[in-house]
């Protein structure tokens, strides 16, 4: 058994009650004594598998993890179209974080996400930059109109024309598909609902270019998970993930005190670089790393984010 497998397996776990009916759940692994770190998983509506804490040195950080409101372990789940997400935004995520902050007894810690894990770590350090200690972002969006309008609008699909066209044709080519596709989720028709599901995580998948047969295919295509992501994920792009885009890009500049490194794929199809060279420029003392020939997922950056953490364990960012 590897390090990881072992901390992995020697994790604490809970649910934790945040409030609005919501309880998160929880897990921390590795040195009670080591670099705090808490782990921002992707989506909206992800959740948590184990192999996302495996960058982590477990002999180095003690690292948090947690399944957003509405998914993975968290109860309750948004496959279950009563559960409603009136309550599961942006604001109520950066307090949950904050709860859970509290309930571990940490007072600073690295904070480290990626693709909508990045928008929610990012907009956590900037309501909150008195509890961060370091930032490691990775596939770096805000969920600002003009992405939006990338994925799901005019961009992505002139470079995936077969995946967008079944994509659109699964709800006649709508004009909005965000709004669409948020309408046949949230719809009363049980066998719509999960078509709906699958088209907009195969669409998901497309963009971060899984591989057929992949365990990446086959979480996304189990219609639990299928269904309270679609759920969740459009109700986040229909709304631009919550965020106060000119609150957030007038506060970045001022985070110059805190370490921050950047990891960004150079033909990430889901979250282009644009956003990641802006918060570069904007952010005062920050490292980014545009790394040719990755796309969202990253597969070979391993030795980049090890270095990264390295130094970010150490107190500065390369």
């Known amino acids: 058994m590897s390090v990881f497998e072992q901390a992995w397996a020697d994790r604490v776990e809970g649910l934790l009650d945040v409030g609005d009916g919501q309880r998160v759940w929880w897990c921390e692994l590795g040195d009670p004594g080591g670099v705090p770190l ?9 959740g948590t598998v184990p192999g996302m804490a495996a960058p982590y040195d477990p002999r180095v950080f003690r690292v ?12 309750p789940h948004a496959s279950d179209p009563s559960t409603s997400l ?48 370091a930032v490691l972002l990775r596939g770096i969006t805000t969920y ?26 699964t709800l006649g080519d709508a004009a909005d598909l965000v709004a669409s596709y948020r309408s046949a989720v949230e719809g009363p028709d049980d066998a719509r609902r999960l078509e709906a ?9 497309d963009g971060m270019r899984a591989e057929p047969g992949s365990e990446l295919e086959a979480i996304f295509t189990e219609s ?27 506060t970045i500049p001022t985070l110059g005190h805190l370490p921050a490194t950047l990891i960004q794929g150079r033909y990430d199809l889901c979250t282009p670089p644009a956003t990641a060279w802006r ?31 390295e130094q970010l364990a150490a107190g500065g960012s390369a």
């Open 224 to 250: 639990r998970f299928a269904t309270a992501f679609a759920r969740i994920s459009t109700h986040y792009a229909a709304h631009r993930g919550f965020v106060d885009q000119e609150r957030l890009w007038s």
């Open 144 to 169: 600002s109109q003009s992405e939006l309008d990338w994925t799901y609008r005019d961009g992505a699909g002139r470079l995936l024309p077969e995946a967008w066209e079944a994509f659109t044709a």
């Open 38 to 46: 808490v782990h921002l998983h992707g989506g909206p509506g992800g």
């Open 197 to 205: 599901a699958l088209a907009w995580c195969r669409w998901e998948l």
């Open 64 to 75: 948090v993890m947690f399944d957003q409101r509405g998914c993975g372990r968290s109860l």
């Open 86 to 133: 009136a309550t599961n935004t942006l604001d109520h995520l950066i307090g949950d974080i904050e709860r859970l902050r509290e309930h571990r007894g940490i007072e600073r810690w690295v904070v480290s996400g990626s693709s909508w894990g990045a928008t929610l770590g990012l907009a956590y350090v900037c309501a909150h930059p008195d509890r961060a200690r």
């Open 279 to 309: 918060l570069h420029r904007e952010w005062p003392g920050s490292v980014l790393h545009l790394l040719d020939d990755e796309g969202h997922r990253l597969t070979g950056a391993a030795a980049v984010l090890r270095r990264a953490l």
